[in-house]
């Protein structure tokens, strides 16, 4: 059973949303993201995935205070991403109650020092994020063509020692316009025995049902919960 994960995206403290990651696109959902928090785990929610957008945007943790009163206030299992460039960030974010990080780019400018958190922290803690557009993996928050095809990207990451990859493909973020379907069917195809986490495009519990037909072990939903095209109550059947 695939495993639904809502997603949380902060910046200047609020709940919000990105389309196609434009920082110029954003909605504000929420003034309070940890009682949005509480909403999920009342719902029988169990994981977040938890991004500073700020943090992302300055290349640091930035909203870890965020992270620490949801901590504080649920029981949910944290990956928190955004801004995750140096040992220091990585201890802030666990400092502050993240089970786990997430961070892209880091894993392809500076693969020393990624493999060396992989080592000191375990794969358990670290989840690497690859951001695609046109089969090409992005980086810098999504302003640089890297050059590197997700394939060998994921197969580097996988010989690295990495088991879990969030795959997002740019061209579906914040979009509604369903996954990208045909992307994890040929990632999938070509690798196996990792957890591929699938993000963007969902805007519906049949979105979730093809991402899991396909063979994702989880689906990361936002906006789709936002805008109120899945209910909570929605998502029981599914591995929250």
């Known amino acids: 059973m695939i495993r639904v994960i809502p997603a949380i995206d902060i910046m200047d403290g609020k709940c919000v949303r990105l389309s196609y990651g434009d920082f110029t696109q954003k909605k504000i959902y929420d003034e ?21 957008l700020d943090g992302a945007k300055q290349g640091k943790v930035v909203n870890f205070k965020v992270l620490e009163k949801i901590s504080a206030k649920t029981k949910l299992v944290i990956d928190f991403g955004g801004g995750i ?6 201890e802030i974010a666990i400092n502050s109650g993240a089970s786990m990080i997430s961070t892209g780019s880091i894993a392809i400018k500076n693969k020393v020092l990624f493999k060396e958190w992989l080592q000191e922290f375990g794969a358990k803690k670290i989840i690497a994020a690859a951001d695609v557009k046109d089969e090409k993996v992005a980086i810098s928050g999504w302003q640089e063509d890297s050059g590197i095809s997700i394939y060998d990207c994921i197969k580097d ?3 690295d020692g990495v088991t879990q990859v969030i795959c997002t493909d740019i061209s579906k973020d914040g979009s509604l316009a369903g996954p990208a379907t045909e992307l994890y069917k040929n990632i999938l195809n070509k690798i196996s025995d990792f957890t591929l986490i699938a993000s963007g495009g969902i805007s519906c519990i049949q979105d979730i049902e093809v991402v899991e037909a396909v063979g994702c072990k989880e689906v990361i939903v936002g906006k789709a919960i936002y805008e109120g095209r899945i209910q909570l109550n929605e998502l029981s059947k599914f591995s929250i």
Not at 85 to 90: A, L, P, Q, T, Y
């Open 32 to 52: 309070n993201p940890s009682e949005v928090a509480k909403r999920f785990e009342d719902a029988g929610i169990t994981r977040l995935h938890l991004v500073d």
């Open 157 to 159: 990451l996988l010989a």
């Open 85 to 90: 460039k140096s040992r220091e960030d990585i």
